[in-house]
């Protein structure tokens, strides 16, 4: 148990479906990040926010965009995916609040997510 | 830019057998963090150990060791008398600044699995 809970585990969606990732950390952190893990390749960070502001934008499409309504929580919405969206998306947590390249990241167990 | 290589993508090893992982980097900064991840079947990332650049002694933590190489941009992991529970993939990774420095940035490797049979 991570403190960082991420719900649904499993999504199947079609290209045309809207849907959201939701996660959630008890840990009193100040940053959150959402991670694309595809297999074979490394995992690529995807949004970091940092007291509730998006930080970090790496390149994503549109077609997924990100929520941080307070501290704990972190959304992701996604909005007519492409099959090469499949992956496991995890979402992490770090204390951290200023600046700091020492940060351990509280994973949760991510959403396999499937589009068809 | 920041890379980390893990070129060994599967590792099959007996129950009490050691075994090492590789993890080579690359970074132009002179300060940065080298870490280990693992992720068992149930799919969250497990904080294993951190190492600051200036820090190049090894560590032990009961079966796991780390061995840090900066002449060869290298930090190692061994399992000493692997276990079954210790089947999973693992992660090595290198830490920067993000833009605006008020979060760390992880560059992860491809990972390697680790299988471990009875």
């Known amino acids: 148990e991570t403190g960082v809970t991420q719900t649904p585990r499993h999504l199947v969606m079609g290209m045309t479906n809207k849907k959201s990732l939701k996660c959630e950390q008890h840990l009193g952190h100040n940053a959150m990040y959402w991670y694309k893990q595809s297999a074979k390749k490394p995992l690529e960070l995807m949004f970091v926010y940092s007291l509730e502001e998006r930080v970090e934008n790496n390149s994503v499409p549109s077609r997924f965009s990100p929520e941080c309504p307070n501290s704990s929580h972190l959304f992701l919405h996604l909005h007519t995916l492409q099959p090469e969206d499949s992956a496991l998306y995890l979402c992490?947590?770090?204390?951290?609040?200023?600046?700091?390249?020492?940060?351990?990241?509280?994973f949760g167990s991510g959403t396999q997510l499937s589009v068809l | 830019a920041q890379k980390v290589t893990q070129a060994q993508t599967e590792i099959s090893v007996v129950e009490k057998e050691d075994v090492t992982l590789d993890c080579v980097y690359e970074t132009r900064d002179t300060t940065y963090y080298l870490f280990w991840y693992k992720q068992p079947p149930s799919g969250e990332l497990v904080f294993l150990i951190r190492r600051n650049s200036f820090d190049e002694q090894n560590e032990i933590s009961g079966r796991y060791s780390w061995n840090f190489q900066k002449s060869t941009s290298s930090f190692n992991f061994t399992i000493t008398a692997s276990q079954v529970v210790d089947s999973a993939v693992y992660f090595c990774?290198?830490?920067?600044?993000?833009?605006?420095?008020?979060?760390?940035?992880?560059?992860f490797g491809t990972g390697t699995r680790l299988q471990v049979t009875l």
């Open positions: 990774a290198l830490s920067e600044a993000t833009n605006t420095g008020t979060a760390s940035k992880l560059t």
């Open positions: 992490a947590s770090s204390q951290s609040a200023r600046p700091t390249t020492n940060e351990k990241l509280f």
